[in-house]
């Protein structure tokens, strides 16, 4: 027992680091659990067929990966050997054979190259009969608490880095229609909502687990009344209360679905699919925790029916996570206005400050000075020097970096950035203007750079050759 445990250990360190691409570290870890893993399989007797075939499992997957950090390192040589092994475990190892094609095409061996991905093909249609596997859930460190912004909210119980998974969680339901939001008629729209609360309504009839989780959600009343749920109650593996036989009446259940339902084209989504113009709604459990902000600190990735939720800024532990349900580029009297569809009364520190200074004498000057046709630089010697009076800068080096009559273009960016996290937007500003003053050194910083808040758009799931691309996509988007 204490060596499958050690093992389990071995196994999680190990993915993690191979996550975190230190191909170095992954690989001595790996090792250390094949070698484990092959000493402990020639203890089992054929008494443990149950055990044998899983650590055979674990043992084919360790030596895959071990094969794919070493071919990041163009150690091609062992990752063949490492798939060779794996693939006389498992001759039909989807990965194993996906990995050992990459490596034989990296080496100009396409014969043998285009075997491994038939094997693989074939393998791919006959175990999953032409459909991709899901998603898996996953729920990071967080927590349900009492929030200062309004009832319940989703907290971090650890410091967590911009890009960083948060949340993978599938929809409860999910309705689409093939055209954009603004495109649909009235008619349109409303048959849409009505397919979408008849789907909801069905669903937690027939399973008790959701349709409890769906009764803990707010209607938009009582907040402070709410009882706070345990977040493993939103885990997959827990099966919920199954002596559990109140119904949700449907006057509650719509006023849930009008609270919590959430649209994929909202200003902190980005959505991947082969139909991007489908337009969706769709009700998902553990993320209609999250509250709105105007300095919003994560952002969401539908996939499909999937929501994934990410960081887009740096968090510390107990820090409560937010997205924007409004747009956070517009300005404060815009917000308010869009606020009041939502029912929403934001009290993030940014509309508080924003409040305070727009209430000042010098600022209602300033708007009255680019009425009247004032210069630019002019605009903004008056803004630095209220900012200063406010002491808004929140360092020397800042004041410095804006200490001129046109601040530079990444100067703007970053400052914003600071405010509202990754936004797409600003990463194509960020990407013209790179482009627009050619390569060359200067070129590649700024190249990092873009990558860095493409991270805080998109997340660390998407690897960085990939993020390239969608960095070059966000362009012509």
């Not at 902190?268 to 300095?295: E, M, Q, T």
């Not at 703007?412 to 203007?433: A, F, N, P, Y």
């Amino acid at each position: 027992m204490a060596e499958e445990e050690y093992i389990q250990q071995l196994r999680s360190k190990a993915a993690e680091l191979f996550l975190r691409e230190e191909w170095n570290d992954s690989i001595d870890v790996y090792s250390n659990l094949i070698s484990h893993c092959t000493h402990h399989q020639q203890q089992l007797s054929l008494h443990h067929p149950n055990h044998l075939q899983k650590l055979h499992k674990s043992l084919c997957i360790a030596l895959c990966n071990r094969a794919e950090a070493r071919s990041r390192l163009r150690d091609f040589h062992c990752a063949l050997q490492d798939c060779d092994r794996a693939l006389q475990i498992d001759a039909s190892h989807f990965k194993t054979l996906l990995c050992k094609g990459k490596i034989l095409l990296c080496l100009n061996r396409y014969s043998m190259a285009l075997e491994c991905f038939k094997a693989a093909l074939l393998d791919s249609q006959a175990g999953f009969h032409g459909k991709p596997p899901e998603l898996a859930e996953y729920i990071g460190a967080v927590e349900i608490r009492k929030s200062d912004i309004s009832g319940r909210g989703l907290f971090a119980t650890k410091n967590i880095d911009a890009g960083s998974l948060i949340l993978v969680t599938r929809a409860i339901v999910m309705e689409r229609s093939i055209l954009a939001g603004k495109d649909l008629s009235e008619d349109a729209q409303l048959a849409m909502w009505k397919n979408f609360i008849q789907k909801v309504s069905e669903f937690a009839r027939k399973c008790y687990k959701t349709r409890d989780l769906i009764g803990m959600l707010s209607i938009g009343e009582d907040e402070e009344e709410l009882e706070i749920p345990d977040i493993d109650l939103f885990r997959p593996e827990n099966v919920g209360n199954m002596d559990s036989c109140e119904m949700i009446d449907m006057e509650k259940l719509l006023a849930i679905l009008d609270v919590n339902s959430l649209t994929e084209d909202a200003v902190s989504a980005n959505v991947l699919r082969k139909n991007n113009d489908s337009y969706g709604v769709g009700l998902w459990l553990l993320p209609s925790f999250i509250n709105h902000s105007c300095c919003p600190n994560s952002r969401r990735l539908h996939v499909g029916d999937y929501l994934i939720v990410h960081a887009s800024k740096d968090m510390k532990a107990g820090e409560e996570i937010t997205f924007a349900y409004l747009d956070p580029l517009s300005p404060l009297s815009k917000r308010r206005e869009m606020s009041m569809t939502w029912g929403i009364q934001c009290k993030c520190k940014r509309c508080r400050f924003e409040n305070e200074v727009f209430a000042k004498q010098e600022i209602k000057e300033i708007e009255i000075g680019l009425e009247r046709g004032m210069d630019v630089g002019g605009v903004v010697y008056k803004l630095e020097e209220h900012m200063k009076r406010l002491k808004a800068y929140r360092s020397d080096r800042s004041m410095k970096r804006w200490g001129r009559r046109i601040p530079a273009m990444d100067a703007v960016v970053d400052s914003v950035v600071d405010v509202v996290g990754g936004d797409h937007r600003l990463l194509k500003i960020m990407v013209e203007e790179l482009k627009k003053n050619g390569g060359g050194g200067s070129g590649l910083v700024g190249m990092e750079k873009a990558l860095k808040l493409a991270r805080d758009v998109y997340g660390k799931v998407v690897k960085k050759q990939a993020m390239k691309t969608l960095v070059e996509f966000c362009i012509g988007d």
